[in-house]
């Protein structure tokens, strides 16, 4: 059974940081893209940032230059560094990936976590 599991999230000050991470186990043969989205109350779920196993990295425009998304490719772990928080950033935050298993060679299954619920209030 393939899962991403999130860890971090919480309450936070405007103009504080946080960091979320998300670890993908089971048997997983290769992760393609994983990335971070959030969905706000009232909103549809959007993405924030995502990043391939190259490194190449893809940013909303509203976290740019505030969010930076990392991966460790030999864990498969994927964090969001959080900072200059915003109100507007207070959402549920889902990680995301597409991983091949070794039971489905050549074919990526797009996996969610349980999402982390972030809040930026004073």
């Known amino acids: 059974q393939v899962q991403l599991v999130e860890s971090g999230g919480g309450l936070v000050q405007p103009g504080g940081s946080l960091r979320v991470s998300c670890a993908a186990s089971g048997n997983i043969f290769l992760i393609n893209v994983m990335g971070w989205y959030r969905q706000a109350p009232g909103k549809e779920r959007e993405l924030v940032a995502r990043?391939?196993?190259?490194?190449?990295?893809k940013y909303a425009d509203s976290v740019k230059g505030r969010f930076t998304i990392s991966r460790d490719n030999a864990k498969n772990t994927v964090s969001l560094q959080m900072n200059s928080l915003e109100r507007e950033d207070t959402a549920v935050y889902y990680c995301n990936a597409e991983a091949m298993t070794p039971q489905a060679m050549g074919v990526y299954v797009e996996l969610w976590g349980q999402g982390t619920l972030v809040t930026v209030s004073s």
């Open positions: 990043i391939t196993g190259g490194g190449i990295t």
